[in-house]
């Protein structure tokens, strides 16, 4: 182990690291919004609407992401939309996790007492306000520990992203050890800074979960 290439290789990590954030940002928030419209409609039961969710939800969880990948960097542009490696890497985080989060929002969405929607109905209340007022304020706070763990998933997934040579973490350390052959001091890079970063996230996730739980239900 030799500290002083692990020091020259660190501005290389440092980019990539950066993009790896970037990249988990941008798609967990498009997961969560996608995954929450999807739960919503499925929960409604509108038809034909719900049911090309459903039908989502499916395809995407019981796809692997590679595939995903495989799909839009290189069949999108047969068919004429070809899209940067970044964008393809996004669009796939965002496709997967929106099923996930999905199934996360629908488990806490259905602990909301069916007798609160009646009520919510009784008073008039139409699905958008049923799901603004009593459904998302409760049913958020059960889906947390499920989003949770999907938030923590998607990061892990950006390793994969290397398939089509998107310059994250995992891209950066292989393309180091077949420059230089140094795979101990490369690979122990990786894994401090995949740690730098889940490690505050899990820490974090778990308070805003005690927050949320303790917040609406009561220690």
Do not use: H
């Not at 940002?25 to 999807?38: H, K, R, T």
């Not at 542009?77 to 070809?82: A, L, Q, R």
């Not at 929106?98 to 929607?117: C, D, L, R, W």
């Amino acid at each position: 182990m030799s500290w002083a290439i692990i020091q020259q290789s660190l501005p290389q990590f440092a980019q990539g690291f950066r993009l790896t954030l970037w990249l988990s940002l941008i798609g967990i928030i498009g997961a969560i919004v996608v995954g929450l419209i999807s739960s919503l409609l499925q929960y409604f039961r509108l038809p034909v609407i719900s049911r090309i969710f459903d039908i989502y939800v499916e395809v995407a969880r019981n796809t692997p992401l590679l595939i995903q990948l495989f799909f839009l960097y290189y069949a999108f542009p047969v068919m004429g939309m070809k899209m940067s490696a970044k964008t393809c890497g996004i669009i796939g985080l965002i496709f997967l996790g929106g099923a996930y989060m999905a199934e996360g929002f629908t488990g806490g969405f259905k602990g909301v007492s069916p007798n609160q929607i009646e009520d919510g109905r009784a008073l008039g209340m139409n699905n958008l306000q049923l799901a603004r007022y009593v459904i998302l304020p409760q049913g958020f706070a059960l889906s947390m520990p499920a989003l949770a763990a999907n938030i923590i998933f998607l990061v892990k997934e950006t390793s994969i992203f290397t398939v089509i040579a998107i310059p994250e973490l995992t891209n950066t350390a292989l393309d180091l050890i077949g420059m230089y052959y140094r795979s101990n001091e490369y690979l122990f890079v990786l894994v401090v800074a995949y740690a730098i970063i889940l490690i505050p996230l899990i820490l974090i996730l778990n308070w805003l979960e005690r927050k949320v739980r303790y917040g609406t239900f009561g220690d």
